[in-house]
């Protein structure tokens, strides 16, 4: 018997673990995780673990199809028919060749980040020449943290510092311990800091997996994290005085004056903002060594000080005004306050590796649930506040920005510019999200998800079906022709209305895209392509660690992914199916110049025009071009991981960081203004008070619709550890687990509030929103707020092609009513708090 | 003592009237009944009974591996720490991935259950399995032989060759950790997947099978599969009988109890709290 074990990355989610799978005769028969890998220091979650399943599902798409049933419907059957390759590709890139003369009637919709498919998908739409590029996952994903990091912390997502944080309060996610990217890594960090005696404080609708392990769990209405957060600001700012003035002065934009029309007090003729030097008690520019304290307090030259203003701002908020809004009892939110507040240790310095580095070992960490809201940016931002406030960003104990900065195996470093503020983030890819700071000028759009309209966003995929619907009204005089799309299923999980989406998907004429296996997606290709399992791939960006790895001074790492056992016959390599689709199009040069940037693949390594290449020799170029002729494909295929040390800078870089960050959002101001005025010409009507520089708490549309009355319960989605993503929904081992438990595919709801209504644990019950009503069964729980229904998940499928799957749990998006209303007029984000009823 | 959900309610509910404790002590003192939980169910029909372990008799059993060390054999133990466990089911995946087990079956799995009242409410998470007790009621009731303990490590083992799947064992453990397949079929019925048709070479259809400990991966130096993944380190194996073990250190320093010590049956098993 032949055995042995492979190295190489899990592709059960995004994060992409080391593993190393065991290999008898040709089949896989175990997986482990790679003690060397410092990503997840050998330990796996039940998704990663049940992975040969996914393998061995014999549902799996192996050959290219066509749909025979020219009706495209979410319960039309497409009647489906094998095709040779060379038939699918010929019609893809006969149909690509069919708009060219306007590329941006393509729409690429890439998002399936375990691999390189992602980036070469990218590519490709950018080689082509459309603008529109979906490269996220949810209607949530990344809208508001990712320009929250860009210009306050220089990384594309944020972690607290396990390693020395005391206490560490989870706002709407369930980081370490249910959720989140590095999920393995994180999971430790956070087991040994909770048994080393750290704080987990989870404020939650939903009493789930982290409230579950934590000090304490405060359930908070939906939607009212505005208000929790500003509360916390005047208890810290007003009431008690806890801050570091020390940074706020130096490192913020809080000593920046500002005039009576919330503009900076700029120098004539510089244009720089001005600040008031306590010492010489006179007006400098912001970037004047001489200015050695700059004042947070008091006035000078007809202006306040942003920090002045901020502190005013949040007097509005007394936790008693709060508490009404958020139930979160006032003297709860002040005991946080003080603990938050006593915990951060102001003034506090540590030494690590010989270099002394503020120490503020507490952090307010949050993700989808706050930014997954009609007002997620001021949802979020006063959150993040809470930690720069308190000089907790980017030191040791506070909150960290991910992958914000690297020395190996290339320097990439944040930057400063415009106003002396952060305005670039470091990428390991020279690949940047739009700017998010100072934002872009916006202007009449001609792309069809409006992200002219959207200058401080990040994504603007969720306005797609909103647009599709009613082109004209935006000046929009052509139609979405086409879609390429990778295996994930963005029906499911990237929008909200299904109905919306449909319509959306029908108004395409043409749909191809890859498949593992017929998810709902799928069920609106003209062709579909196979997609191979991640053990039959390879890559050399495999998985998210380039992005989102572990924070703090733990090794960094970069891994390959090998094919561990034999792709079924016929199956293709993506990259290949891809540098295929561009060689027919004849835009293989620009395609291969793309990837030469991205990759930064220089000579002798750069992908030469005219010619294909096997996948693994790409792989091979790019792993010699980083990291030297010795760590060649090769190497890595015996190795599977490179550890890369590092450094204290590099780990903490808050310290060394040459730029300011904002406590004062001045540039929402002049975007405001701008896209007033466009938004005018177009003749519309969008209410654009999120444009504001201070955040206030702004109700969304299920807040008062359940003071209403139609509706007496907001629905929430929160996560599972082991359905993270929903790679596993098909996975017939995690199903089971989910059949086991009354957690996965119920909805939850508060027992009281079901027994007042006659619920009883294990009903069917009907929960309606105003966008759908579905059927679900009632699980009766003491762990969620009384006002809220719990959906966890990513379930309720009805493809034929995920036949476990199938009529299980309930999808949350399709609750979500898809309109302009519901959606962050700064972030794309669409609301994730839906007013529902729930009855017999 | 044993005391049930209504008692734990009125004492959540007590320590949350009593003025000038914040809710953070408060929570953690709830958690201190964490021990006295009297009932664990998943899903329908299925529950469970634990009872803590009386301290003395914990101590005592601590004196008897600690007395084992001179001489002894190993015995083969797990630690599992609920403070660290967030009920993530990686165990119980890497059970079935290492052990092949059918449809329906778990040698390993992480029950749930709710207590307290909202707000002061939560789930509790415990992993269970054959906790290869000292003195198994499942190895006298045995009419072939089939189960039993081996002496040179206290594992409680099945010979599935000599098993005749009567069913006897499994109504005499009071842990309900013992199963039996009725058939070969896979996850998608009889025709197996290259993988399955290479794992369930570890079982027999018609015969009782259970948690091992692993025995192959012990037997090669390595930890059991549910031990080797776990993200928490939640799980802890190895001597019971050696003091300066891991997992010995952890039940002498960490208040800890035994699934239903007052059976008798000293489980190798310990939760610590």
């Known amino acids: ?840 | 003592m044993l005391q049930d959900l209504a008692t734990i309610r009125k004492l959540a509910g007590k320590l949350r009237e009593r003025s000038g404790i914040p809710v953070v002590e408060s929570c953690a003192r709830w958690c201190e009944t964490y021990t006295q939980v009297a009932q664990w169910s998943l899903g329908e029909g299925e529950r469970f009974e634990f009872m803590p372990a009386q301290e003395e008799t914990a101590m005592e059993t601590n004196k008897k591996t600690v007395a084992g060390k001179n001489g002894r054999p190993p015995r083969w133990g797990m630690v599992i720490d609920l403070k660290r466990c967030i009920g993530c089911q990686s165990c119980t995946i890497a059970c079935k991935v290492e052990n092949g087990t059918p449809p329906g079956i778990f040698w390993m799995r992480v029950l749930e259950k709710e207590e307290g009242k909202y707000p002061l409410a939560r789930k509790l998470f415990l992993p269970v399995r054959c906790n290869h007790c000292s003195d198994p009621p499942c190895v006298p009731v045995c009419p072939t032989g089939a189960s039993y303990k081996r002496e040179k490590d206290n594992l409680v083992l099945i010979n599935q060759d000599k098993c005749i799947g009567c069913r006897a064992c499994i109504v005499a453990c009071p842990y309900q950790v013992r199963f039996l397949a009725e058939d070969s079929n896979g996850y998608y019925g009889e025709e197996l997947t290259p993988y399955e048709a290479k794992s369930y070479q570890k079982w027999q259809p018609r015969t009782v099978q259970k948690c091992t400990f692993c025995v192959d991966r012990i037997d090669g130096g390595l930890e059991p599969a549910c031990v080797q993944t776990c993200p928490t380190r939640a799980l802890v194996f190895g001597d019971l009988n050696d003091p300066e073990s891991e997992l010995s250190k952890l039940v002498r320093e960490r208040s800890h109890f035994q699934p239903r010590a007052e059976l008798g049956t000293d489980p190798s098993l310990y939760y610590v709290t």
């Open chain 1, 1 to 840: 018997m032949a055995s042995k074990w492979v190295p190489t990355a899990c592709g059960m989610c995004y994060v992409g673990c080391g593993i190393r799978v065991l290999v008898e005769d040709g089949v896989a028969v175990s997986i482990e995780g790679d003690p060397n890998n410092p990503q997840n220091q050998g330990v796996m979650c039940a998704k990663g673990k049940a992975g040969i399943m996914n393998l061995y599902n014999p549902h799996r798409i192996k050959v290219p199809l066509k749909r025979t049933n020219p009706k495209r419907g979410l319960h039309e059957d497409p009647g489906w028919k094998e095709i040779s390759w060379d038939e699918a590709l010929t019609t893809i890139a006969a149909k690509l060749d069919g708009i060219r003369d306007d590329p941006k009637k393509l729409y690429v919709q890439a998002w399936e980040v375990t691999g390189d498919c992602f980036y070469w998908l990218l590519a490709l739409g950018s080689a082509f020449g459309t603008p529109h590029l979906m490269g996220n996952a949810s209607a949530t994903c990344g809208k508001v943290i990712h320009p929250v990091e860009f210009f306050s912390g220089g990384g594309f997502h944020q972690q607290p510092d396990l390693h020395y944080c005391n206490y560490c309060i989870l706002i709407g996610t369930q980081f370490g311990l249910g959720a989140r990217g590095a999920f393995n890594h994180i999971t430790l960090d956070m087991a040994e800091a909770r048994a080393r005696g750290m704080k987990v404080v989870v404020i939650d609708p939903v009493g789930s997996y982290a409230a579950s392990k934590a000090n304490e769990w405060i359930p908070i209405r939906p939607g009212t994290d505005t208000a929790f957060a500003l509360s916390m600001l005047h208890v810290l700012l007003n009431e008690l005085g806890i801050y570091d003035a020390r940074f706020l002065k130096h490192k913020t934009n809080a000593p920046y004056l500002v005039g009576s029309n919330g503009r900076y007090i700029r120098e004539p003729g510089s244009g720089k903002p001005l600040v008031f030097d306590a010492t010489d008690q006179r007006v400098k520019t912001h970037d004047d060594p001489t200015a050695s304290d700059p004042a947070i307090t008091g006035a000078g030259e007809g202006g306040r000080p942003a920090f002045e203003l901020l502190r005013e701002h949040v007097a509005k908020y007394p936790p008693e005004k709060t508490e009404e809004i958020t139930t979160i009892p006032a003297a709860t939110l002040r005991r946080l306050a003080q603990e938050f507040g006593e915990a951060a240790s102001v003034g506090a310095t540590m030494t690590i590796d010989g270099v002394t580095l503020p120490y503020r070992p507490a952090c307010v960490d949050w993700a989808k649930g706050p930014q997954g809201h009609k007002h997620g940016f001021h949802q979020s931002w006063p959150l993040k506040l809470l930690n720069i406030v308190m000089g907790a960003v980017n030191v040791p104990g506070g909150i960290l920005s991910t992958a914000a900065a690297g020395k190996r195996p290339h320097r990439w470093w944040p930057e400063g510019g415009t106003d002396g503020l952060l305005e670039e983030g470091g990428h390991v890819l020279p690949l940047p999200h739009p700017k998010a700071f100072p934002g872009r000028t916006p202007t009449k759009p001609f792309r069809m998800d409006l992200a002219e309209l959207f200058p401080l966003a990040p994504h603007f995929h969720t306005l797609l079906p909103i647009t599709c619907q009613d082109r004209e009204r935006y000046g929009l005089s052509y139609g979405i022709e086409m879609m390429l799309h990778a295996p994930t299923n963005s029906l499911l999980g990237s929008f909200g209305d299904l109905k919306m989406v449909e319509s959306f998907y029908q108004s395409i004429p043409f749909i191809a895209g890859f498949a593992v296996e017929i998810n709902e997606t799928n069920l609106f290709d003209d062709i579909v392509l196979p997609f191979p399992s991640y053990l039959e791939r390879s890559d050399f960006v495999a998985g998210t660690n380039l992005l989102i790895p572990h924070c703090g001074k733990d090794d960094w790492l970069w891994q390959i992914r090998q094919s561990v056992v034999e792709p079924p016959a016929g199956m293709r390599q993506p990259q290949e199916v891809i540098m295929e689709i561009a060689d027919r199009l004849g835009l293989l040069g620009d395609f291969y110049r793309l990837l030469n940037h991205a990759f930064r693949l220089k000579e002798p390594y750069a992908l030469q025009p005219g010619q294909r290449y096997p996948i693994t020799e790409v792989i091979d170029r790019m792993a010699r071009s980083w990291f030297g002729e010795e760590h060649d494909l090769g190497w890595f295929r015996e190795h599977g991981v490179i550890r890369i040390p590092r450094d204290v800078e590099e780990a903490y870089i808050g310290p060394f960081l040459e730029a300011r960050l904002p406590i004062y959002l001045e540039h929402f101001l002049q975007r405001g203004e701008e896209l007033k005025e466009v938004i005018s010409q177009m003749g519309l009507e969008w209410d654009l008070s999120d444009y504001r520089p201070l955040s206030d708490w702004m109700p969304c549309p299920s807040y008062n619709a359940i003071r209403n009355g139609r509706y007496d319960l907001i629905a929430v989605h929160y996560k599972l550890p082991y359905v993270y993503g929903s790679f596993g929904n098909e996975n017939p081992w995690i199903n089971e687990i989910c059949e086991r438990t009354p957690y996965a595919y119920n909805v939850l709801v508060n027992e009281d509030v079901a027994k007042a209504k006659g619920i009883s644990d294990g009903d069917e019950v009907w929960l309606e929103s105003p966008a759908t009503k579905v059927r679900a069964k009632a699980k009766l729980t003491q762990c969620i707020h009384p006002q809220v229904v719990g959906v966890a998940g990513h379930f309720g499928h009805w493809s034929p092609g995920m036949p476990i799957a199938r009529g299980k749990g309930i999808n949350f998006n399709s609750l979500l009513p898809t309109d302009l209303e519901h959606i962050d007029k700064i972030s794309t984000a669409l609301d994730h708090c839906v007013e529902v009823r729930l009855y017999k």
